[in-house]
């Protein structure tokens, strides 16, 4: 497998990102969508920001009002005994997630070469809806025309769901409501319509019984989702055999639609893997990942904010080789370029 | 309240079901939708089967095979302790409901009176398909036109989805595939357009935050589903506590849609309440139960196959009288009338 990372990797840290008010700080710039737009690679960053504390004993929660209007900030004391702050990215109250300690947001940044990216000072999408109280994050991008649409997490006490905006400039965003109720994340609209109709990868979670696996769902307008079907389990075992969803748009190719997806393993460790699904019909598998295309390995991919992850939210196809965007460690943005025959290479 | 349960309840029994095949027992005929077809009134039973087992020690599973073309019976050992049988509802490992320990299909029963049925010897729709392999479920029936449409349960697993299909004479039946994927339930299509749109209210169970609560969404076509609205939560205390979900097609009144919903406590007591929904904006909530409308309290509601419940999937207005059908303690049908001024009094 010929992975080139690239040397300036990461392409873009929390310390790149103006935080959206002055009293909070970015804990990182990752899991961003991926667009072409003229002359322009487009990043649609997920920046994940949390008010700066000033006492340590204190755990901050930022989120929405109730009405959605507001981001308000209240204050836990960590000696607390009827929460559980053990797990620095969400408070806990009886085994359940009951609140996150970081607010997400989407944010634009812009690149003439795919490498060097200015980011964009202000917010492109932040949340503004009770549904989206508890942050947005980890969009995935598609061009269908001349228009970008855009799904993404919508996180609230509600669950998560997911959302869709369009955009055709990724300066103004129209939201489209919540196409997918909850628990579902990992949603990826394909780029052009098959046999008439648009698909969508999605990744619901159920409770009751059931793995974090990947559906496959139609519509006829974007909006409105049905005839959902099973596409993919969890691996019998090794790097996809806990949890599952898709990663990038899929991609075109000779093959088939080239969907690359992440995968976990019980220790969280998350890699990228990809699945080939028939041009026709992409509710049928021919072949996925074996081994994973990507794994995290390097520093910023082993070590961050939460280490050992590779996560893609877009890719690029050029000529015969995967330019793979991916968010590392739920911190910083990187880019590997991977030839197609080496990703063909691992599927069986 | 002048609650008003038949004196023929309960209406059917387990006893008055015949098995789908000879080495399996009925072990309840419970939460049915009903519907009404010329001067007939129908009710679409959930029929509950298990194997008969032949020795104390061996629980058996009954699901269909892979393929979905046949029920294969499992057999495991009561003393494997790499098994959770204590509720006799599914088996589970690790905390997790791994199978199911019966196989529900639907069953159609007829009547001239709404109170004496005459159940049909076969099933109308059996487990068929690999979403299907641990039984379809609860059923709610929506007449549009001379067309009758029926969500149900489908269980697998990959968890419990939406199912729809369509009759117009309840003899012979056609799939439209899962409307919603998992984990969902709970589903009800309003009997007309409002504003040129089919709504549905469903109930989605989130795993990682949220909680079993009814939401809204909205279709051009049946099939594809989107525009998906928070509707209402948990109670703060008392009846519908720890969960709900709708329960009875929607009833258009002179006040708004009428959907009678159950509520469950956290000792899993369930029982049935109202919310009066707005008829021009079925998203908008006008007043729901502070009280609940039906409580488990005869004999057999209280004492069961799972007691103290009362489950209603379907009911039907009677002049100023709502007839409410209900499954009893998971296991039976009963039906009861109440004044529809009385359901208006528990509404806050």
């Known amino acids: 497998m010929k992975i080139n990372r690239s040397a300036h990797n990461p392409l873009i ?52 009002n109730e009405a959605g209007t507001e981001v308000q900030v209240e204050r836990y004391d960590k000696n607390d005994p009827g929460y559980d702050f053990a797990d620095s990215r969400f408070v806990a109250k009886d085994g359940q997630t009951v609140m996150l300690t970081s607010l997400s947001h989407l944010r634009v940044a812009r690149s003439r070469d795919g490498i060097h990216f200015e980011v964009e000072p202000q917010p492109a999408l932040f949340p503004e809806h009770p549904l989206e109280a508890w942050g947005i994050e980890d969009p995935r991008v598609t061009q269908i025309g001349d228009t970008y649409y855009i799904t993404y997490s919508a996180a609230s006490a509600r669950g998560v769901g ?68 099973f596409l993919m389990g969890l691996g019998e075992q090794g790097w996809d055999s806990a949890r599952m969803g ?28 990809a699945v080939l699904l028939d041009l026709e019909d992409p509710s049928r598998v021919i072949a996925r990942s074996r081994v994973p295309v990507l794994e995290p390995e390097a520093a910023y991919e082993v070590n961050g904010f939460f280490g050992k992850v590779v996560f893609s939210c877009g890719a690029l196809l050029l000529d015969q080789t995967v330019r793979m965007y991916y968010g590392a460690a739920d911190e910083v943005m990187a880019v590997a370029d991977i030839p197609l025959e080496d990703i063909y290479n691992t599927l069986v």
Chains 1, 2 share one sequence.
């Not at 009751?208 to 005839?227: R, T, V, Y």
Request: charged fraction near 25%; include cysteine; glycine fraction near 10%.
């Open 13 to 64: 840290e929390a310390g790149d990102v103006a935080p959206s008010r002055p009293d909070f700080q970015v804990l990182g710039a990752f899991n961003a969508g991926v667009a072409q737009l003229q002359d322009e690679t487009i990043l649609l960053l997920r920046v994940a920001e949390a008010p700066i504390p000033d006492r340590a004993d204190e755990v901050l929660v930022p989120r929405l």
């Open 162 to 229: 997911v959302g869709l905006a369009e955009t055709s400039d990724f300066r103004t965003f129209k939201r489209r409501g919540i196409m997918l109720p909850p628990e579902n994340k990992d949603v990826m609209i394909f780029p052009e319509k098959i046999g008439g109709k648009y698909y969508a990868l999605h990744r619901p979670v159920p409770k009751s019984f059931g793995a974090p696996e990947m559906w496959i769902a139609e519509s006829p307008d974007l909006d409105h989702w049905g005839n959902h079907r």
């Open 246 to 273: 898709g990663g990038a748009v899929p991609i075109r190719t000779e093959r088939g639609w080239l969907a690359l997806y992440h995968g976990a393993d019980s220790s969280h460790r998350y890699c990228m893997g």
